[in-house]
Structures are given as structure tokens and as C-alpha cells.
């Protein structure tokens, strides 16, 4: 009995001096002694002096190198600023040698991007870029400066290449026998009878010449002189798609029939001519019968 005391107390023993002594043991390397009141980030004076030394010292630096930075801006300011004055003189100087100024150029700029858009994406009518702006550029010494120059030759090329496809741009002196859809379908016009009508529109309200006692204008389609210089407009993309319309080409049929049968009707003196009222006479309606007395003093038309 004594011995099976013993050995009890004996294992009780072994036991706290090996799980009490461990605590122990842990409790006292737990942390360095100063962690328990805080010195781990606390920083001596001398080391805080140090520390401020250093970085005034940066500080200082860093100012006189920033005062070195702004002298080198305000020095290259003065050279730039001195740079523009010459070359606003230089260009001065370079617009005086083709009559210009700085205004005139400016003016002469903004017409120039305008006429070469409109060259450049075949906006309108090849005619309508040379009146608004290409003939007056053409005409001006302005385009002899560097910064148009080559602009330029691309867009006279361009444009008479433009002109060239869609119909040759200038005028056409009418001849006996001549009529506008004969005219408009020769080949060095447009070659197509059919776009005629461009022909009337663009001579409606004048054409470019016509002989004495002559009508300056094509107000009837059906009634052109000979020695009437007519203008020939180039047809662009647009003109084409309505000239190729159906519906567009009846209305202007229609239209201009009405106009035949107006002035047939009037008898105006030298107005209509015996073969025009046979080469007429087809396409007008079959309830309209035309009578040509012989004297031809004046055409009747009787239902």
C-alpha cells in the first residue's frame, strides 16, 4: 500500500516539474523586456536629430535644383518667344513675295480646304469645285507658298480627272440639226441621249453666247439655235443617279412635251420649224392631230 503511495506521488511529481516547469519556462521568454513597455518603436534623441539632419538636407537639395529647373524654363521661354517673333517676320516676309499678307492668306487658306474637300470626295459637280474655289486658287500666287504648293498640283490632278469621267466641262457651239438629246449623246459630251436634261439645266437661265437677234436662253428643251454656245456642266455622281431614274426622265419628258405643245400653239415667230414638229409629232398624244398648212404661216392643232 505504502509503495503504491508512493508511486503516485511520485507521478505526480514527474508531471508538474514537466508541464508546470514548460509554462514557466514560456511565460519568461515572452518577449524582450523592453517590448513591455513600448521602446521597440520609440527612437532615441539622437537618432531622431540624425534623422531630421538628413532630411533637410534632402530638402535643400531638392529646392536649389528646382531653382536651377526654373531659370532653364524661364531661359527657354525667352528663346522661344524669341524664335516665334522670327519666324512670324520670316513669314511675314515670305507672304509679301506673292502679294500677300497675313489676312489674305488666312482667307485664302480657308477656301483652299474647302475647295480641296470638296475635290478630294467628289462632293457636287467638278464645275461647282472650280467656281467655288479652284479657279480663283488656280489664278492666285498664294499657292507658290510651301504650304500649299504641293496641295495643290494633287488637286488640279485630281479634279481634271474628275471632270474627265463624268463628261468633258465646257460648252458646245450647236449646230443645224442639232437638239439637246443628240447633243448630250456624243462622246466627247456624255455620251448617253438620255442626260439631256442637264443640258437644258444648265442653260435655262443663259447660255454662254448666242448670235445676234438669237435667244440667250433654253427656257423650251425643244428649242435651241444654231450658233448657241451652250455650257456643258461635268455630271457628278448625283446628277447620274437621277439621271438614270425613270421617274426623273418621265417627269422632264412630260414637262418638256407640255412646253412643245405651249409654244406650237403660240406660233411664235421662228419658234417651230417644220421638222421639228415632224420629229414632235410621234409623241404626242393620239387624240391630237397636227395640221401644217402649206404657207407654214401658222401651224393649227385640231382634236
Known sequence: MIRVILLFFSVT?????????????QDDDCCPEEDKYGREEELLESEWDQQMYELNAL??????????LDKDI??????????DRQLIEAED????????DRKTVAD???KFDETEKKVNNKLGNCEDARKYYFDEIEASRIKCLPEFYNRFTAMKSKIESWCAETGKAGQYTVVKGDCLWRIAGKNEIYGNGNYWPKLWEANEEGVISAP????KKISNPNLIYPG???KVPALSQEDLQKLNSLSYIMKVQKESDTMYKEAFKKNRPGSVTKEQIKKKAPTIKKDVRIDIKKDEKKPEIKK
Request: charged share 15%; hydrophobic share 45%.
Open 13 to 25: 511529481l514527474i508531471g508538474i516539474i514537466v508541464f508546470g516547469g514548460n509554462s514557466f519556462a
Open 59 to 68: 530638402k535643400a537639395s531638392l529646392i536649389g535644383s528646382l531653382s536651377l
Open 74 to 83: 524661364n531661359n527657354l521661354k525667352a528663346k522661344s518667344s524669341e524664335i
Open 93 to 100: 516676309n515670305l507672304y509679301s513675295c506673292v502679294g500677300a
Open 108 to 110: 485664302f487658306r480657308k
Open 212 to 215: 445676234r437677234s438669237t435667244p
Open 228 to 230: 448657241q454656245v451652250l
